[in-house]
């Protein structure tokens, strides 16, 4: 299983692979944003934690359909259905490779995005904890939703609408962390509910994202 | 084909296409009277022969509509996840197609449930939307109908289709309770307090605020005919579906012969 | 014959006319796509029952 995660990430970080691209979205739509809301300092520091979350989950969705189709294009991902791996650590390994080149460069990133959106100073730490937290379950849920649509040609646009309802309550519970954390208010419940989801996707939905593998290499 | 079937042993024998459409054409006529029929008149009483609300005056006619489809929203999904169970358990077509069928009534439900609570909302609250955790949590439901029934279309083969949606559907009914539980924590909302109905308030569990009597039977008959309405789409919805996969089928053969 | 719905009449008619315009779509829309698959599988059967007579025939 090591030789897989060791074989994704070579092959995201290589030329063409889209390791850097994440990031370089997550820049975009952190520039994009006082453009569309005005560069009053006030109003980005009410609205900063909650852009950085979407940004970061944003960013997530563009890389997701990569994380199969290649390997289903090319006939690797019926190879490692044969595999003695099991397809459930297979799709794990899948999530993990997505976060380690996605969510975690996303979250180290956010303190610097959080600069230039005029986050309150308190709220850094907590934000990136937030994202820290929370981008594991993006990951996960992504993988899901790319299992489901990998036979698809173009199945870009449908792997997000089927994915961002799913991230609604990440979203909610992470976006809701930060913005405490910035205001100083308590942040457990929603911090504790936040990584009670990371915890229940990342142990239970490999197994569903196997069976929509399966499925589709029938 | 006028063989008599013999008397099924199990519920389970309704699963076979056959037999779902011997059973389901005989339904078919008594469903549409009866909803027709009840709809009919629970729609015109509460309209015509209801008193006006003393705080939401006549709007408060817009419950004959607005809390049967969101039930009907909801419950459609539900149905869906029992049709997606069994098609994943025991592998009856005719539950997958059900489960297919019934995305676009739910989905049509959740509309109007969205534009009634709307239009319900403009006047009582002041706003046309709030992002109030029932109404959002409506809104995020008809994005799961639209994720379902999209996949349905993308995929050609009718089996992976199948499959595939009925894991979605599943997973998708997990993240559907947890957005409501986050919602709620995101929100309080309009929903609660003095505003508007709850639940408890129509059946009369909460004390505060009972729907009284001369509102319940109008609702309650409004009601089972949206109930009525949704029995009758599957139905038609689901029996189009089967004989569409009697055509693939067919035409399939043609091509190997 | 139309009670008096006050202040709230243009509430309450289009809640009601959105509802029920959006039934009866759904509900048209159902049964046209009922009739023309019913139309389609008689003439797939038709055809094929055409074709088992022919064989039938030629068989015979």
Avoid at chain 1, 167 to 176: K, S
Avoid at chain 3, 8 to 16: D, N, Q, T
Wanted: with cysteine; hydrophobic share 55%; charged share 15%.
């Amino acid at each position: 299983m090591i030789a897989l995660l060791k074989r994704d990430l070579a092959l995201s970080v290589r030329a063409g692979g889209g390791f850097g691209l994440a990031l370089a979205f997550f820049l975009i739509v952190v520039t994009l944003t006082p453009f569309a809301v005005g560069p009053n300092s006030a109003t980005l520091s009410t609205i900063a934690a909650g852009i950085l979350w979407l940004g970061a989950l944003l960013s997530c969705l563009l890389s997701l359909d990569r994380i199969l189709a290649l390997d289903y294009e090319d006939g690797a991902l019926e190879l490692l259905a044969t595999a003695p791996i099991p397809m459930e650590g297979v799709a794990s390994i899948k999530a993990l490779a997505h976060w380690l080149t996605t969510g975690l460069p996303l979250t180290l990133a956010a303190p610097a995005f959080g600069v230039l959106l005029n986050l309150p100073p308190e709220g850094f730490l907590w934000m990136t904890i937030s994202l820290a937290v929370g981008t594991p379950a993006l990951s996960v849920v992504g993988t899901f939703g790319a299992a489901l649509t990998v036979g698809l040609k173009r199945g870009g646009l449908l792997l997000s609408l089927i994915v961002l309802p799913l991230y609604v309550p990440t979203l909610i519970f992470g976006a809701e962390v930060a913005r405490r954390g910035a205001e100083g208010m308590a942040f457990q419940t929603p911090l504790a509910l936040l990584a009670g989801i990371t915890l229940a996707t990342v142990a239970l939905l490999p197994f569903a994202s196997a069976a929509a593998i399966r499925i589709n290499l029938r | 084909m006028s063989e008599r079937l013999p008397k099924p042993k199990s519920l389970w024998e309704y699963a076979n296409p056959r037999r779902f459409m011997a059973f389901s054409g005989f339904l078919l006529p008594f469903v549409a009277v009866g909803t027709v029929a009840t709809l009919a008149i629970g729609l015109i009483w509460g309209f015509f022969f209801t008193p006006d609300d003393y705080r939401q005056g006549s709007t408060v006619k817009i419950i004959y509509i607005h809390v049967p489809s969101a039930m009907i929203a909801i419950n459609a999904w539900l149905m869906m996840l029992v049709a997606s169970l069994i098609w994943l358990i025991r592998r009856h077509h005719v539950s997958a197609l059900a489960a297919k069928a019934a995305a676009p009534v739910g989905a049509a439900m959740t509309l109007i449930a969205l534009a009634t609570g709307a239009i319900w909302g403009q006047p009582m609250w002041g706003t046309w939307w709030a992002w109030d955790p029932r109404l959002t949590s409506f809104l995020v439901l008809f994005l799961f109908y639209l994720g379902y029934m999209a996949l349905w279309t993308a995929i050609e083969n009718d089996d992976t289709a199948a499959e595939l949606t009925s894991v979605l559907c599943i997973v998708g009914s997990v993240f559907a309770v947890l957005s409501r539980y986050a919602l709620h924590f995101w929100n309080q909302g309009l929903h609660q307090g003095s505003s508007v109905l709850r639940a408890g308030a129509v059946t009369g569990t909460d004390t505060e605020e009972k729907v009284s009597n001369v509102f319940f039977y109008p609702l309650m008959l409004s009601m089972i005919g949206f109930a009525g309405f949704f029995v009758l789409l599957i139905l038609i919805r689901t029996r189009t579906e089967v004989r569409a996969r009697r055509i693939r089928a067919l035409q399939a053969r043609e091509r190997m012969a | 014959m139309m009670p008096d719905l006050g202040k709230y009449a243009a509430e309450v008619l289009s809640a009601y006319a959105v509802t029920i315009v959006l039934m009866v779509v759904l509900l048209v829309i159902s049964l046209r796509q009922s009739a023309k698959t019913k139309a389609a599988l008689r003439v797939i059967e038709a055809a094929r029952q055409a074709k088992k007579a022919g064989g039938q025939e030629t068989n015979g």
